[in-house]
């Protein structure tokens, strides 16, 4: 039995998955990066603390930081998936329970 909080985020879903999955995922990895570069320049202010994105660029070392990037840039994507596949698995038990 779906509650009225269900049936909310259901309706919200539905037009979110409407706009695409790429897109679905997209924005979530885009949140992530920008997320974690404020947080890593935060830490870098605080405590001195280096990522190893920026260290590399400081210390002139590219290729390290290209694969750095990548890495970074696949781990965003990963998180971005995720998120899509557990609200589309939410979304599929709460509309098949709902049609029963």
Same mark, same amino acid.
Do not use: C
């Given at each position: ?7 909310? #985020?259901?309706?919200? #879903?539905?037009?979110?998955? %409407? ?21 890593? %320049? ?6 001195? @603390? ?9 210390e002139g070392q590219f290729a390290r ?13 990963? @998180?971005? #998936?995720?998120? #899509? ?16």
């Amino acid at each position: 039995m779906s509650n009225e909080k269900d049936e909310q #985020w259901l309706e919200r #879903w539905s037009e979110y998955r %409407a706009k695409g999955r790429a897109r679905g995922i997209a924005i979530p990895a885009a949140s992530f990066l920008v997320l974690y570069a404020v947080l890593m %320049a935060v830490m870098s202010l605080v405590s001195g @603390f280096s990522d190893p994105l920026s260290g590399s660029l400081i210390e002139g070392q590219f290729a390290r930081a290209g694969v750095v990037a990548v890495l970074y840039v696949l781990g965003a994507t990963a @998180f971005g #998936w995720i998120n #899509w596949a557990v609200a589309e698995r939410r979304y599929q038990r709460l509309t098949q329970h709902g049609s029963k």
